[in-house]
């Protein structure tokens, strides 16, 4: 008996983060509310507060049920490589190709990154990912730092800015791609894009103010 409870509750947890992640998608998550959420799960708001504190812990919990695609391509730290550039592509193809992965992680994107509007009540979660997005251009950095080292890039090469422009130039092509899946085929399409950028920073890469 106890067991089946904590089946029945797991099964109703499970149940209320699929309608989160649904009426979130819909309505954005500052404009949704828990008593939407609750309808749109069955439930009664006593259910969801049995197993979240809050609407921003219920947002935290949906965020968790899937890996983002720079969390899931970018692997810190890491050491010393013999080809820096040839990582760089791995990577920005490995997240480009991992958003693409499934639906669930495709629509918990959106959310986070479309549909999420940083209110007061959402200041922790977007100082997580301001310290995400941080520690991702120091990863890029790191790597094109190495790829000056070896000769990959020159070095006048300023590679804060050209982590800058990677992580903007990932991130808007998986923007765009959410927002309008038929325009282009990101799965076939995300090394080629890759390379037009790589192609564009070995020709012309920013150069340190003098």
């Known amino acids: 008996m106890v067991r ?29 509310s828990l008593a939407e959420v609750a309808d749109a799960a069955g439930v009664t708001r006593g259910a969801i507060y049995h197993h979240f504190a809050s609407k921003v812990d219920l947002f935290e919990a949906m965020l968790a049920r899937a890996e983002m695609p720079l969390d899931a391509a970018f692997d810190l730290p890491h050491a010393p490589v013999a080809d820096p550039l040839a990582v760089v592509r791995e990577t920005a193809i490995k997240a480009l190709l991992h958003l693409t992965s499934c639906e669930r992680v495709r629509a918990i994107f959106e959310v986070a990154f ?3 509007e940083y209110t ?3 200041a922790l979660v977007e100082r997580k990912h301001l310290q995400e997005r941080a520690d991702c251009l120091s990863y890029c950095g790191g790597l094109l730092e190495q790829a000056v ?5 020159p070095g006048y090469t300023d590679t804060r800015l050209a982590s800058n422009a990677l992580h903007a130039f990932i991130g808007g092509l998986m923007r765009d791609w959410v927002q309008a899946p038929d325009s282009f085929d990101l799965k076939t399409a995300a090394p080629q894009m890759v390379d037009l950028f790589l192609a564009g920073l070995r020709a012309a890469p920013p150069r340190k103010a003098a």
């Open 4 to 32: 089946r409870t904590k089946e029945e509750a797991l099964e109703t947890r499970e149940q209320v983060l699929d309608a989160a992640q649904r009426v979130f998608r819909e309505r954005g998550v500052g404009h949704a």
């Open 114 to 116: 479309l549909r999420c």
């Open 120 to 122: 007061d009540e959402l």
């Open 149 to 153: 080292a070896r000769g990959q890039l």
